[in-house]
């Protein structure tokens, strides 16, 4: 069963103190790994699509990157207005409409 | 930048009644989705849409749900005879047909079922 699953449930960080998330995932065959960001009460925001190992990309404070196993989402000098949570999702090798399996997210709260 | 447009932002029901939540993808796209995410669970999939079929639907979309697309522009999903259960966040989403081209999400609809 293809599943996702991320670490940690919760991080609080100072402002400018840098971290990474963690996102383990299995399935049969990846077609892609999905980030989000996900404010309170708002539909998931799309950040980045990873499509094989030692692929990256970056936006701003925020790097992905894929293993054959997990994806990291490193965050460099955070702000406060990165506080969010942050999803991933993993897509299945197949037809290009299949669908994205979530975890469950790390909430990210930085404070100045 | 174009967007999902999901209405009304929230609705309130009674168990037993039907309930239509609408969406209107980003006009070019293809794929058409339905998730929801229950308060403190996963975003889960509900339903996807291709070519004014159901290409894919998990578990969860049994015989009380149903989607539509009823015209060029927007996409429905119809929950028959609601149950408490199903209250929920319902977020419609979509994408176009590039390899590359990313799953846009709306901002959803709260369902809370009394």
């Known amino acids: 069963e293809d599943q996702v699953t991320q670490s940690p449930e919760a991080l609080r960080l100072q402002e400018g103190e840098s971290s990474s998330l963690n996102c383990s995932y299995t399935v049969s065959g990846l077609r892609g790994l999905f980030w989000y960001r996900q404010d309170p009460g708002k539909g998931p925001e799309f950040l980045f699509t990873l499509y094989s190992a030692g692929e990256e990309k970056e936006k701003e404070r925020l790097k992905a990157t894929l293993t054959k196993k997990e994806s990291f989402l490193h965050i460099t000098a955070p702000k406060p207005e990165d506080s969010a949570t942050y999803l991933c999702a993993v897509q299945a090798q197949g037809q290009a409409g299949t669908a994205l399996i979530f975890g469950k997210g790390t909430t990210l709260s930085v404070s100045s | ?114």
Not at chain 2, 26 to 50: A, D, M, P, T
Not at chain 2, 62 to 75: C, H, I, L
Not at chain 2, 92 to 110: D, K, Q
């Open chain 2, 1 to 114: 930048e174009p967007e999902v447009t999901q209405t009304p932002s929230h609705q309130v029901t009674q168990m037993g009644q039907e309930v239509i939540l609408r969406c209107v993808p980003i006009s070019n796209h293809l794929y058409f989705y339905w998730y929801r995410q229950i308060l403190g669970q996963k975003v889960e999939f509900l339903v996807s849409f291709y070519n004014n079929e159901i290409s894919e639907k998990s578990e969860i979309f049994d015989d009380q749900f149903s989607v539509e697309r009823p015209d060029g522009s927007n996409f429905t999903l119809k929950i028959r005879s609601t149950k408490l259960e199903d209250s929920a966040m319902y977020f419609c989403a979509s994408r176009g047909a590039g390899r590359n081209s990313p799953l846009h999400f709306g901002n959803g609809t709260r369902l809370t079922v009394t």
